[in-house]
């Protein structure tokens, strides 16, 4: 199936090149398709990496093997295979992993656990080992490429390339962090898994880089949902060169980490975004703010729960300010809230308060709010100073097409 | 909007009418349309009560307040109204209760705590104490009515009325048990909210009626999903009249108390799965069967996050063998499983078997199998003894025009 641009894509940002990180691409033909489908990109020696990765029971190889990888906290080289996810593939799916890890190894004279591997597609169908093995050969002769030819490669159904940047001053130098990510719906096991990178010319300690990332993912990629769904191979790695040259950064006390760890926060915040801009099918960008909660974490639950709820999203698909369908939502969180304090608003006007319908409710510049492509849903609990912010899309035909209409 | 009778519906069965138990209907028009939408049940004195409740912490002042009424385990009067959920509402809302618990109370010369209140409809607008006196003096004097047209009264989007029968022989008396229920969107709450009501002419001590109804919810009515939201007014109310004549059952060691117990799981469970074969936009009924898991809890845990998946529900309206899904969402139920030993089939066919595709896997009767109304899917986890079966419908794009492009 063709699939449309969605309505709320954002254009490929300007990202320089980062010293020390070298992207290429390939065709190996994972599908039955004639579009590059391998993404390679070096690292100069020295580069660290960190990771946080899904929390599904049933994930990939590249999983498995990924979390162990990012504890020795080196990496040389990244390999991503669009059109197969090897999940749910046994020894056979772990071979090919090792397979390419060694063939990359070889090739640059490094550890094959400096060579990460991630695949993203179809599961339940081991990679092909003679199409990843000419592929990365390839690959290794390849011309660099831009970082939207990238973003590109990785990508399945995602209907627009994906691509975040942002800078810092890092004791003294100027460090740049550039993201590319993929995912749609969000976070099937088909075609539509979440998979992101972070690259950066800045010197960063591997230690200190996962602090900030597992940090930074707790508010942005861990506060997403498109259908609640969970891959099999969710990944979000972060690399950092050193290329930059500042003193490298292992604490918050180091001169610029604040700096560095607030630029790879917007990077990830960006990235997390754009996903849900493609979310299959979607027509509205939902942001749900949560205030007023027992504590921080029993907001972004209630978020969650508002966000997945099909009731809310597809009243919003409607442009219906049904605040009955959120009232419902925030009640089967399994969080604390008490009926009588709770209040409801869209786009700032408050549907009900404290429990009751407003008297004077006037849902005239809520339906306005509501014929908009960017649509906000404030939740107030009344019991705390605990507060999350949420983001979805709403559900629409456009899902329901995507996923049953066509035979994967 | 029309809705169409669900191709899952199942007729109406014959229901003989129960010892104490006098149903009546009329015509409160709490919205603007002309049917019956006020149901009235009267029993007997001595009728004992029991009840299960939502666990949504925004419930409506009919759950309050019928929580605190079962605990007192008798009941003289049922009051369903349809149109109106009442809930979300404050005190007004409560008002109203109370007002109809006090106008039947006298008419009967009983306590208010012994007339039980429901609504169902649109929340957050309360009831009109007017119409409901007007509608409370009509339906006193009406005539009784058949259990079906009472089934039909208590439903609002409901696209077919929904009854259940069942008999049992206690201490050498037959007795008999009728159920109604209404839902569909399971369990939004506006216009869709699960309510359901047993009636038997059986004598049966509440505390006991209520261990009994408890344990048969559990894996009845909370085993069933439409959608995975939770409704602020969900109840199911259990009466017993005791006109049967059997010695009161107060124990599983009375003779006859183990065959009323199978009958009321067995009138539970009828009931419950024809709310999922009204489920909204509903094509497919379908069985989720989970085995091998660590115990009963984390296979119903496993069950429910099968039968919530919107990539699952998707797949199975397309009639795609997409196992894929069912592995992802096995994987994010948070229970324990493990990827080499989960095996995944549909209609008793095994797709992958130990955590990966098999072989010879033959495509064909399984297709087959999807094209049905009847759908199963079975997953061994490969651990342990716990097992559950969880029942829900497919996800189409009827649900999407009911509850997206339909102004509520």
């Known amino acids: 199936m063709d699939l449309e641009r969605s309505p709320l894509a954002l254009p490929f940002p300007a990202i320089p090149s980062i010293a020390g990180v070298t992207p290429r691409i390939a065709r190996a033909r994972y599908k039955d398709w004639d579009r590059c489908d391998l993404t390679y990109v070096e690292f100069a020696e020295g580069t660290t990496v960190a990771g946080v990765f899904t929390r599904n029971v049933c994930c990939s190889s590249e999983v498995e093997m990924g979390r162990e990888q990012v504890r020795l906290g080196r990496a040389r080289a990244l390999v991503v295979n669009a059109g197969n996810a090897n999940a749910f593939t046994g020894y056979r799916g772990r071979e090919a992993v090792e397979q390419i890890m060694a063939q990359v190894a070889q090739h640059l004279d490094c550890k094959p656990s400096d060579v990460f591997v991630s695949s993203t597609g179809v599961i339940g169908v081991p990679l092909p080992k003679d199409k990843a093995r000419a592929g990365v050969a390839t690959v290794l002769e390849a011309d660099p490429c831009s970082w939207e030819d990238a973003a590109a490669t990785i990508g399945t159904t995602d209907t627009f390339p994906k691509g975040a940047v942002a800078t810092a001053v890092v004791g003294g130098r100027a460090v740049t962090l550039a993201g590319i990510i993929k995912g749609s719906g ?197 019991l705390g100073d605990g507060h999350a912010v949420v983001w979805t899309c709403d559900l629409t035909h456009g899902y329901i097409a995507i996923n049953a209409d066509y035979r994967s």
């Open 186 to 382: 969000m976070i099937a096991p088909d075609m539509a898994t979440m998979l992101g990178y972070i690259f950066t010319d800045a010197a960063v300690d591997a230690a200190f880089l996962q602090q900030l990332l597992t940090a930074s993912a707790g508010d942005t990629f861990n506060c997403i949902t498109v259908d609640s769904d969970t891959s099999t191979s969710d990944t979000v790695l972060a690399f950092a060169t050193g290329k930059a040259g500042n003193a490298p950064l292992a604490a918050f006390d180091d001169p610029g980490a604040d700096a560095f760890a607030a630029a790879l926060h917007d990077v990830c915040r960006q990235l997390a975004q754009l996903v849900v801009r493609d979310g299959e099918g979607a027509q509205k960008f939902i942001e749900v703010r949560i205030s007023g909660a027992e504590s921080d974490e029993s907001a972004r639950r209630i978020g969650l729960a508002v966000a997945n709820s099909p009731l809310v999203k597809t009243a919003i698909a409607g442009e219906d300010a049904n605040w009955g369908r959120v009232v419902m939502a925030v009640g089967k969180a399994g969080e604390p809230a008490d009926r009588d304090k709770l209040s409801i608003g869209f786009g700032g006007t408050w549907a009900a308060r404290d429990g009751q319908p407003l008297a004077d409710y006037d849902e005239a510049p809520v339906a306005a709010h509501l014929k908009g492509r960017e649509i906000q849903v404030e939740v107030d609990l009344g």
